[in-house]
């Protein structure tokens, strides 16, 4: 079956998870209102600004129907910010911020987590169920700090979970779109098609 993938499209990295998905052979669909979402067996949020994105979000009105889909079971995943938008609690510096969210996981992203990181870096990352490093690009990045034993934690780094999974949730703080390597979303297309 060919898996039919939807990019929330509404700001920030699109063209480049669209690019990625299409190379790998999969249907993609732009997601910017809510019917776009009909029909699709995996959504993928990218990366931008979240405080943007959760306001074009509620415009809209995607917040419901993302969270509906959630609750079919199909594969979410958010790469930066849109691991933010996915994240149950939102803080900045240690301190809960009030910004709204989707709210699927639970856990707490920590927006511009890393110090030593002005603009972005590049580091080899040991995940689980790879056999050779990825290379992760951050840029602005969240740390995320699980709130429940339900999430499984895929890769750490010196500061903290840079990638992790609840059920059909996936969170990356990570871009893997703005890379070569297009086995996480080989993995993702793959959880797409079993799942549907
Ligand atoms: N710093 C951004 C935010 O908090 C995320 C950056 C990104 O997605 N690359 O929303």
Redesign the pocket.
Known sequence: MKARIGVLALQ?GVSEHVDMLNSLGCTTVEVRLPEHLADINGLVIP?????ALIKLLLRWNLVSPIRELAGTGIPIWGT??GS?LLSDEISEKDHIIDQPSLELVPVRAE??SFGRQVASFQEDLVIKGLDQPFPGVF????LLYPLSNRVEVLCTVEEGAVFLKCENIWLSSFHPELTDDTRIHRMFIEEAVIGS
């Open positions: 920030g990366g931008g600004e979240s405080t930066c910010a933010i927006r511009n840029i602005r990045a969240p």
